[in-house]
């Protein structure tokens, strides 16, 4: 008997109903998008940024990135700053991204699914075949729906024995336009299935069940589709008497949600707005749901959320800066073999940097890694943001979709065999 019990799929699907009147589709043409070298001075150069409408896509000690509208781009280059241009005009290179070479084939090991970006209904599909080639082993779950009525739909993996063993559990989009962490969660899932009948798999497989969700945020996935590349948050209207919409379903979980000043934004317009109180997001309350399922049942082993971009390998905790975690040192030994068989796996020699997240990086509140580990009681809690580290950052073109998947496989390999270290 299976120890957990999961809504329907099937049922899910069939009845999501979409309420939401989209709008003027938003266009970049002529946008610019600028990598700012901060020479550590970054607050600095945020400030004096801060009089410029822009977009800030990152940040760390040494850069922000940002997008500039046509008409500010004269006012950003008088500034001064130094900087390298990332996108000379973000349009074309979105047209670019959404323009594809090849044709699926509708089979689950067909390569070219990894060639280029895909719709909310085809990673669904996709997912389904994946299930279909592996059916004695595996079952279509989901945590529940999105506030549109989209079914977070997910894959639940086990070998030998039957389900109910330690977890491991895999979020993808967490953020609407970070749209790279679908496809190599997907590719990361496809080897586990492969790699379960040649033998390569199977000890991973024979001893943690996988619970591998590609698209956590569909509302907002579908929208940067539709309507705005760009757009980061769920598709939920703002509280009372406010007027953007969205949260920011990794700053909406409980720990550490109201932890400090810094991290996430109470102002609605903010890509960072952590919402009125912790979950109420429905997206991020369905996968609490879920997450504590698990934990009580088979406990959690892993948990990695899939975000991009920068090259980072980040465990908690994000809320601060100086708070470490009493297996701090573990998971750094751990991320320093990982990103080492990232770096070896290919000529690219793409490089990870590691580290406890609030240190490493920035502050976050109410972030998945930090919750899942201390409310979940995860033994291992990552962050992982894909590539790149300045060239494309969101808007990564298809042609590396399939190297980029095939590093991180070869990450996750090693990362697999280590846990019960």
């Not at 033998?199 to 991973?204: A, E, P, V």
């Not at 619970?211 to 569909?218: E, R, T, W």
């Not at 991290?263 to 749901?289: H, I, M, Q, R, W």
């Not at 980072?312 to 990982?338: C, R």
Request: with cysteine; aromatic share 12%; hydrophobic share 35%.
């Amino acid at each position: 008997m299976r120890s957990i019990v999961f809504t329907s799929l099937f049922a899910a699907f069939a009845t999501c109903t979409p309420t939401e009147v989209e709008a003027d589709v938003v266009s970049y043409d002529g946008y610019k998008v600028f990598r700012v070298t901060t020479h550590g001075q970054t607050a600095s150069v945020q400030e004096t940024l801060s009089a410029l409408p822009h977009d800030e896509w990152a940040h760390d000690i040494d850069h922000v990135d940002i997008a500039i509208s046509p008409d500010q781009v004269e006012a950003f280059t008088a500034l001064g700053l130094d900087y390298h241009v990332m996108h000379e005009n973000l349009g074309n290179s979105i047209a670019l991204e959404a323009a594809s070479t090849t044709s699926w084939k509708r089979q689950a090991d067909d390569p070219s699914w990894f060639s280029s970006y895909h719709s909310y209904q085809d990673h669904i599909e996709y997912f389904e075949d994946l299930q279909a080639t592996f059916p004695n082993n595996s079952e279509l779950i989901t945590s529940g729906t999105s506030y549109q009525n989209r079914t977070i739909y997910g894959l639940h993996l086990y070998g030998d024995g039957g389900p109910g063993k330690p977890a491991v559990l895999y979020h993808g989009t967490v953020h609407a336009r970070e749209w790279i962490a679908a496809p190599v969660v997907e590719y990361i899932t496809l080897q586990l299935l492969q790699g379960y009948e040649t033998g390569d798999t199977k000890t991973f497989l024979d001893k943690y069940d996988f619970y591998v969700f590609p698209i956590v945020n569909p509302d907002g996935f579908v929208y940067s589709q539709t309507t705005n590349r760009l757009w980061r948050k769920n598709r939920q209207p703002p509280p009372a008497g406010q007027t953007c919409i969205g949260r920011d379903i990794n700053r909406n979980w409980e720990f550490a949600w109201n932890a400090n000043g810094q991290g996430a934004s109470t102002n609605p317009c903010s890509e960072t707005y952590k919402g009125v109180k912790p979950s109420d997001a429905p997206e991020n309350a369905s996968l609490d749901g879920f997450l504590r399922k698990l934990r009580d049942s088979v406990g959690i082993k892993l948990y990695i959320d899939w975000h991009s971009y920068g090259q980072y390998i980040l465990s908690p905790y994000g809320y601060s800066e100086d708070v470490l975690a009493p297996e701090l040192s573990k998971w750094t030994a751990t991320s320093s073999q990982v990103s080492n068989a990232i770096r070896d796996s290919s000529s690219r020699r793409t490089t990870f940097t590691y580290g406890p997240s609030g240190a490493t990086l920035y502050i976050t509140t109410g972030s998945a890694p930090d919750h899942v580990y201390s409310i979940g009681g995860a033994d291992y809690s990552y962050t992982i943001e894909l590539p790149d580290t300045g060239d494309y950052g969101f808007v990564l073109p298809p042609a590396q979709i399939r190297p980029t998947a095939e590093e991180l496989w070869a990450g996750q390999k090693v990362l697999l065999g280590l846990l019960e270290q």
